[in-house]
């Protein structure tokens, strides 16, 4: 599935990156939905990734992007939500492969871990990968039985 409506969100670390990511997006022809902050004003986190991840898990965005410090807290409260695999990324490989074999649904960086060129790479990476299903699928699966269950059987095996 190819990405073409995306939701973003972010901390009051994060708002210049989340500003030069969005108009990064949109000129390349993406339709972005900003539901993080616009201020500098302190913000927590869990509000812009459970947002974000609302919208992805609900089929109203087909992926989404996150950032506050370092992406960590941002990406935690996201994964809370059931059906979101988000992936914290300081390189594009990691995020490339997210796609390719763990079908992740959002990408998260940190604004205080890298610059803006490496965000653009991470989310080109992102972006441009399919994920492969095949064999990765079983894993996914044990991913969701995890998340659905807290009990993995293949575990007990
Ligand atoms: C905010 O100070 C900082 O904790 C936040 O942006 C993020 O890095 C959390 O994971």
Redesign the pocket.
């Given at each position: 599935m190819a990405f073409k409506k995306l939701a973003i969100g972010n901390?009051h670390?994060?708002v210049d990156m989340k500003n030069e990511i969005m108009a990064y997006l949109q000129e390349k022809g993406y339709e972005v939905i900003n539901v993080g902050t616009d201020s500098p004003e302190r913000f927590n986190?869990p509000v812009s990734g459970y947002k974000v991840a609302r919208m992805v898990a609900d089929g109203e965005v087909d992926g989404g992007i996150l950032i506050?410090?370092?992406?960590?807290?941002?990406s935690l409260s996201a994964n809370k939500v059931q059906g979101i695999r988000c992936v914290t990324c300081s390189e594009p490989y990691s995020a490339r492969l997210s796609r390719q074999h763990n079908n992740t649904n959002i990408v998260a960086f940190?604004a205080?871990v890298i610059g803006i060129e490496t965000a653009k790479d991470i989310v080109d990476a992102w972006l441009g990968a399919e994920y492969e299903g095949g064999r990765h699928q079983v894993r996914i699966d044990m991913i969701a039985e995890i998340e659905q269950t807290q009990h993995l059987a293949a575990a007990e095996e």
């Amino acid at each position: 599935m190819a990405f073409k409506k995306l939701a973003i969100g972010n901390d009051h670390v994060a708002v210049d990156m989340k500003n030069e990511i969005m108009a990064y997006l949109q000129e390349k022809g993406y339709e972005v939905i900003n539901v993080g902050t616009d201020s500098p004003e302190r913000f927590n986190y869990p509000v812009s990734g459970y947002k974000v991840a609302r919208m992805v898990a609900d089929g109203e965005v087909d992926g989404g992007i996150l950032i506050c410090g370092t992406g960590v807290g941002i990406s935690l409260s996201a994964n809370k939500v059931q059906g979101i695999r988000c992936v914290t990324c300081s390189e594009p490989y990691s995020a490339r492969l997210s796609r390719q074999h763990n079908n992740t649904n959002i990408v998260a960086f940190g604004a205080r871990v890298i610059g803006i060129e490496t965000a653009k790479d991470i989310v080109d990476a992102w972006l441009g990968a399919e994920y492969e299903g095949g064999r990765h699928q079983v894993r996914i699966d044990m991913i969701a039985e995890i998340e659905q269950t807290q009990h993995l059987a293949a575990a007990e095996e």
